[in-house]
């Protein structure tokens, strides 16, 4: 099994880097999907209520996991 490498950002490393930063600007991050699925996943099946506190946080995917994502909730769907 791989190792997990998430790191704990702790902000600019210069004091004077903050400066003239938008206060409503989010600081982002961008991760392989497969880095968080296993966490999230798990998160997810453990019912974890700390996952209630990103239930309205909107995230960023490729066009194409998009699609898949779609085609996968349309082909599990009990049948009528």
Same mark, same amino acid.
């Given at each position: 099994?791989?190792?997990?490498?998430?790191?704990? %950002?702790? @902000?600019?490393?210069?004091?004077?880097? @903050?400066? @003239?930063?938008?206060?409503?600007?989010?600081?982002?991050?961008?991760?392989?999907?497969?880095?968080?699925?296993?966490?999230?996943?798990?998160?997810?099946?453990?019912?974890?209520?700390? &996952?209630?506190?990103?239930?309205?946080?909107?995230?960023?995917?490729?066009?194409?996991?998009?699609?898949?994502? &779609?085609? %996968?909730?349309? %082909?599990?769907?009990?049948?009528?």
């Amino acid at each position: 099994m791989q190792a997990n490498h998430l790191r704990v %950002y702790y @902000g600019p490393q210069d004091e004077s880097a @903050g400066v @003239g930063v938008v206060e409503n600007q989010r600081e982002t991050v961008t991760v392989p999907l497969m880095e968080i699925m296993p966490l999230l996943a798990d998160a997810v099946q453990s019912q974890r209520t700390w &996952l209630r506190d990103f239930a309205d946080d909107e995230v960023t995917i490729s066009m194409d996991l998009y699609e898949v994502i &779609l085609a %996968y909730q349309h %082909y599990r769907r009990p049948s009528a």
